[in-house]
């Protein structure tokens, strides 16, 4: 069973920035949190992985508070090309998804 | 630098027979876990090797079978197939000792069981 929960979809415009937010009610002190894209017919694609703090890379931003009960994916301005389903992955089990549709 | 390879890219059984997915890891890598994921679902943990042992499993029935070899590539085995065993089978491998135990996926093996 999966141990995150995240929404199931999103809707966002070109050139927005887009914020998805995963819980983590039962992760443990070791676990760290990462985050897949995922196109269809495709498999995942690494994003970016955090312990706590923030992270940033050349694509996207990860939060994670102190607690580490959540963590939020922060796109920035994003584009056509990035809709897709996003997880966010613990202990090697993934949530079920969020399906983020960029719309013109 | 060779990402995850799997083979192969598709394939359709019978009910019943057996079925056999290979996986060669990213270059460097030493640990495969296995993942299955059906039309519109996440992909679920079926299990994961390190030094030619399973290590860690999740749900899935003892249909459900692997093996790594000295070369770190692995298989996946399932018998008696059925229906609701279609599925995307997504291979990942990963660096026992990074931080983070990042995983990296193949474009996964397409299942029919008909």
């Known amino acids: 069973l999966a141990k995150t929960t995240q929404p199931i979809s999103m809707d966002s415009y070109e050139g927005q920035e887009v914020n998805i937010t995963c819980s983590h009610n039962?992760?443990?002190?070791?676990?760290?949190i990462t985050w897949y894209q995922q196109f269809p017919s495709q498999g995942p694609r690494f994003i970016i992985q955090?312990?706590?703090t923030k992270v940033t890379n050349e694509v996207a931003s990860l939060f994670i508070p102190a607690d580490r009960k959540s963590s939020t994916l922060s796109l920035p301005r994003v584009s056509l090309s990035d809709t897709a389903v996003y997880y966010c992955l613990e202990d090697m089990r993934f949530g079920a998804g969020t399906r983020l549709t960029v719309k013109p | 630098d060779a990402g995850v390879t799997q083979s192969p890219t598709h394939l359709i059984k019978t009910r019943g027979q057996q079925v056999t997915l290979r996986c060669s890891p990213k270059s460097g890598h030493d640990t495969v876990s296995w993942y299955q994921q059906a039309l519109g679902q996440g992909p679920q943990f079926i299990f994961q090797?390190?030094?030619?042992?399973?290590?860690q499993r999740g749900n899935f029935p003892d249909r459900f079978s692997g093996h790594q070899f000295p070369n770190y590539s692995s298989e996946l085995n399932v018998n008696a197939l059925l229906l609701g065993d279609s599925a995307l089978y997504l291979c990942a491998s990963s660096l026992v000792g990074n931080p983070g135990n990042t995983i990296y996926f193949g474009e996964g093996s397409w299942l029919t069981v008909v």
């Open positions: 090797y390190y030094e030619e042992e399973e290590r």
């Open positions: 039962n992760i443990a002190t070791n676990d760290y």
């Open positions: 955090g312990y706590k």
